[in-house]
């Protein structure tokens, strides 16, 4: 019996296999000591550092990328949405103080193109390069009939670890602090449905545009991956008193920065501060978005927030600098009293 029913019926067991063949040497990229056993398992092994903690708190995060994977169907460019993906795992749960240790993937899609599917994994690999952290494994689904051929959808997940007496949780946020922000690399992965509503819709953009005030091509902008901040961020963290970290993804700074201060605290935002990367501004402009709108919406510019004592402000600022990443006061800490977590003047 040759006739191969199940790929037949739109899966495709020797394209999922030698999809693995091939992401072979982009995981090994990637390895730590700390994993046991290889690719191919059917779970992936950790083994705690010996001797580094005497009491691990383990931190999981999973997140997905939205449907900036649109964008890059589109676009037919599919090796940067891993390192977003990556990215906004691993920055979730460094706001913890985590240190990344390994990442999981998940990749669904319609029909298997082995192609498209190894430039994705290359990207997430290159993710964990970026982060530090090991890419365990993961799971590749071919489901017709759920995704149409071209279409698929990522999710990621991502496990850290933190000395318990060293986990941030917002509870140090004291009035006086700092408030700071790591500059972002543009979108992230957040509010892209109104993007593409504003730039393919309302605007009638494609993809090899320009994006007004931009001097880049929409695909371009649209698809600047995700800025990691856990390499950086933790060399600030091993050198100068932190008291909270906020990822700013979904939201913006009014929903997240909440999370993570004092339940007396509150955060003064100066929107003066720092100027609208270009994208934002061309986003505004094109779609007549409000203020409001793109606070709520997306990063405005702002990747990541975090406090630090008045008095350690340019150390924070000059050690980051030292590893990449662009800070600058965006703020203080007040006690909060009646009004709202977070006020912008």
């Not at 495709?12 to 398992?41: C, F, M, Q």
């Not at 946020?173 to 700071?180: P, Q, R, S, Y």
């Amino acid at each position: 019996m040759t006739q191969d029913r199940y790929k037949d019926a739109g899966v495709d067991i020797d394209a999922g296999a030698a999809l693995v063949d091939r992401i072979g040497s982009l995981v090994a990229r990637t390895l730590r000591p700390e994993v046991v056993g290889g690719l191919g398992h059917f779970g992936a092994m950790w083994a705690i550092p010996a001797g580094r903690y005497r009491e691990l708190m383990l931190v999981s995060g999973a997140d997905g990328v939205g449907t900036k994977v649109k964008v890059a169907q589109a676009a037919g460019r599919h090796d940067t949405v891993g390192i977003d993906l990556v990215a906004m795992c691993a920055n979730d749960i460094l706001c913890a103080g985590a240190e990344p240790f390994y990442f999981l993937d998940y990749f669904a899609t319609g029909k298997l193109d082995v192609g498209v599917g190894e430039a994705v994994v290359a990207g997430i690999a290159e993710g964990c390069h970026r982060a530090g952290c090991a890419l365990v494994g993961g799971e590749t689904a071919e489901m017709p009939g759920v995704y149409a051929p071209g279409v698929y959808d990522l999710a990621g997940f991502c496990v850290g670890g933190v000395e318990r007496s060293e986990v941030l949780d917002g509870s140090a946020v004291t009035a006086g602090m700092t408030l700071l922000g790591i500059a972002s690399s543009g979108l992230h992965s957040n509010g892209y449905s109104l993007v593409r509503k504003v730039i393919f819709e309302e605007a009638g953009l494609g993809l090899d545009d320009e994006l007004p005030g931009c001097g880049r091509s929409v695909a371009d902008e649209l698809l600047e991956p995700t800025a990691m901040y856990c390499k950086p961020v933790l060399a600030l963290l091993a050198d100068l008193p932190v008291a909270s970290l906020c990822h700013v993804t979904g939201g913006g700074l009014p929903e997240n920065l909440p999370r993570v201060l004092a339940a007396d605290c509150a955060a003064v935002v100066d929107r003066s501060a720092w100027t609208l990367p270009p994208v934002f501004t061309a986003l505004r402009d094109l779609g007549g978005l409000s203020e409001r709108d793109l606070l709520r919406t997306f990063n405005c510019g702002v990747g990541m927030a975090l406090t630090v004592p008045a008095a350690q402000t340019d150390d924070a600022i000059a050690l980051l600098a030292e590893h990449g990443s662009t800070a600058f006061p965006i703020g203080e800490i007040v006690p909060r009293g009646d009004g709202e977590p977070v006020r912008f003047r």
